[in-house]
């Protein structure tokens, strides 16, 4: 009997360890991000640290999500096709645990119709959700912000939050349509006015205290996001 007894007590406190190593295993390992973008993206005019993707990671670390540093794929001034003809030579066949989208500013800032943006950007989100290694669950879309509450856009604000309006129109439209997420922090571009802390010292993208506005925006749906793909 007591042979029974004692090797049943191997046994649990053998199932004990191999339940921890699992845990310890699952907790150890780290979740890609790829980021896409403009200048928005890649933090023009603030350090690195307050890039919002880098903000976001280490506030998902805050979570307990073990996020790598992001890859960036951005510049300041790209368009739509430009950003996706970059993106395509870069991360090749690459998929990643998180990939975010914020793209459009350039072609509303350089007279492009929102007709025009419709397929461009379509292009852009399938891009990434070819790119998730959980499709469209691994995806999510920032809205574009508004430029015009800035002091370099505020002698056209009417024209640009007007024109603006439609291609955020189009982002949540087609973001809904392939089934991603969708934040919109637009509004909080608009607080410039009041809040000159928002903008960088170009007098045109936001500073670090408005991408972390940003983040906190957005963390809890990303969170659900990467819960969901646990499940």
Known sequence: MRTIFNGAIILMIL????VGQVWSQSSDSSMSYLALGDSYTIGESVEESFRWPVQLKDSLKKK????EEP????RTGWRTDEMLDAAKDQVSKDTFDIVSLLIGVNNEYQGRSPESFISEFESCLKFAIDHSRKGK???FVLSIPDYGY???GQKNQERITDRLNKYNEICRSISEKHGVLFINITDISREVPENKELVAKDDLHPSGLQYAKWVERSLESVVELLEGQTK
Request: proline content about 6%; overall charge neutral.
């Open 15 to 18: 199932a004990q360890i191999a």
């Open 64 to 67: 307990g999500f073990n996020v």
């Open 71 to 74: 890859r960036i794929i951005a």
């Open 137 to 139: 669950d691994g995806v």
């Open 150 to 152: 800035t002091p370099f």
